[in-house]
Structure formats: C-alpha cells, structure tokens
C-alpha cells in the first residue's frame, strides 16, 4: 500500500488550498483515514480524520475552517483549507488504515506567508 499526498504550496493568509492523497496497491477497502501535520519544531499532530462510514473528528485549531472529505471509489481522501493562518505552516501528512495496519504519506508542504 502506497499513499501519495499532494496540493501544498504557498499561500498568503486567509486563502485556501486544497491537499488529497490517493492510495495504491491491493486494497479492497480503507477504514480510517486522516491527515496530519507537523510544523517546524514540533511534534506531528492530528488535524482531521474522517471514517470508512464518513464520520470526522477535528483539532480544535481547524474547526471551521477545514473539511476532510473522502471518495471510497477513487480510493482518495481530500482536506479542503479555508481561511489559512501563518501557524497553519507545516508539512501535511496523510494516513490511512489498512486491514488493521497504519500506512503515511510522504507529506506536503503548505506554506502560509504574505
């Protein structure tokens, strides 16, 4: 199983971005998916997870202003980012739970700076 995350890059305060991560490999289903991040000196965090039946959780940092979505056929999880804030820089790591074993993405740097 492989997950490759992309659509980071740079972007100036209060726009928004778009991340998705597509898994490949012999997968019949996925359960749990997220996305993580990890800023510059800090530990990676959860920012938002969302379940095979489609129930999400968030980080109380980007409630409001993110949604995880996922598209089970494509095999394709998305978080769309509104309103970003400087602090929102990290690079963004995907996760995803396969027959009961964790699979990450590379990551993708998000950049929020004017």
């Known amino acids: 199983v492989q997950l490759q995350a992309s659509g980071g890059g740079l972007v100036q305060p209060g726009g928004s971005l778009t991340l998705s991560c597509t898994a490949s490999g012999s997968i019949f289903s996925i359960n749990r998916m997220g996305w993580y991040r990890q800023a510059p000196g800090k530990q990676r965090e959860l920012v938002a997870t969302?379940?095979?039946?489609?129930?999400?959780n968030y980080a109380d940092s980007v409630k409001g202003r993110f949604t995880i979505s996922r598209d089970n056929t494509k095999k394709t999880e998305y978080l769309q980012m509104n309103s970003l804030k400087p602090e929102d820089t990290a690079v963004y790591y995907c996760?995803?739970?396969?027959?009961?074993?964790?699979?990450w993405g590379k990551g993708t740097l998000v950049t929020v700076s004017s």
């Open positions: 996760r995803a739970e396969v027959y009961g074993m964790d699979y």
């Open positions: 969302i379940a095979s039946g489609g129930s999400t």
